[in-house]
């Protein structure tokens, strides 16, 4: 991939009008949303701006900046969109990565914390016996603690839950936008989203590392 097409990958935090952090895209298409004024980026004034004004400022500073004919331009961190002043009504998924999110990287049987490449999924109700695949009936566990429960329930395994295993009340752009790399514009937009509190407490108890949460997907 070429230095062009990375940036042009790059995250960029969508808020509404009323500055509520909706979405997350790229900056390839957070530029097609500004082009076609639909969004205006934020600088961190927070000052709107369109895509002339945009171009025309200075890329100076450390921030990434794609080439253009008319010379490098600066990839938002934040895009503001010109319209829309909902929130989207959406769930969060149920992925691999979200419930290690929500438990912390840490076996919910022996509370052994770890990597995603040390951790599985373990069904409560065994899906042997009709367990469904639900928030309340999926934790994280460690290897060792998965084999040794095996097909069995935590008391016929004598084994006991850290905690009851219940749907997170985080938002999902907080899900996709929380992790230790995430730009420091976008901290004021996340704060308020819920849950915020509940995950940045997980991040300062030092689960799992940054290279390997962002390399699950979310």
């Known amino acids: 991939m070429s230095q062009s097409s990375r940036e042009l990958s790059a995250q960029v935090l969508v808020v509404n009008r009323n500055l509520q952090a909706v979405h997350i895209t790229t900056a390839r298409r957070a530029f097609v949303l500004m082009f076609t004024d639909v969004a205006r980026a934020l600088d961190p004034a927070w000052v709107a701006h369109d895509f002339e004004s945009w171009a025309s400022l200075s890329p100076g500073g450390d921030g990434p900046t794609v080439g253009t004919s008319r010379g490098p ?47 599985n999924l373990d069904h409560v109700m065994p899906r042997s016996r009709g367990g469904p695949m639900t928030w309340e009936n999926v934790v994280c566990s460690c290897r060792v603690c998965n084999l040794k429960k095996g097909g069995r329930t935590p008391p016929e395994a004598n084994m006991r839950l850290l905690r009851r295993p219940v749907r997170p009340r985080w938002s999902p752009v907080l899900a996709l936008a929380f992790s230790p790399g995430r730009p420091a514009e976008w901290e004021p937009f996340l704060a308020s989203l819920p849950g915020a509190r509940e995950l940045q407490t997980l991040w300062e108890q030092g689960v799992g590392t940054a290279h ?7």
């Open 73 to 119: 331009i600066l990839i938002p961190r934040v895009l503001q969109l010109v319209a829309y002043d909902r929130m989207p009504r959406t769930t969060i998924r149920l992925t691999r990565r979200n419930i290690f999110l929500r438990d912390g990287y840490t076996c919910q049987y022996c509370a052994r914390r770890g990597t995603p490449r040390d951790l």
């Open 212 to 218: 390997d949460v962002m390399a699950e997907s979310a």
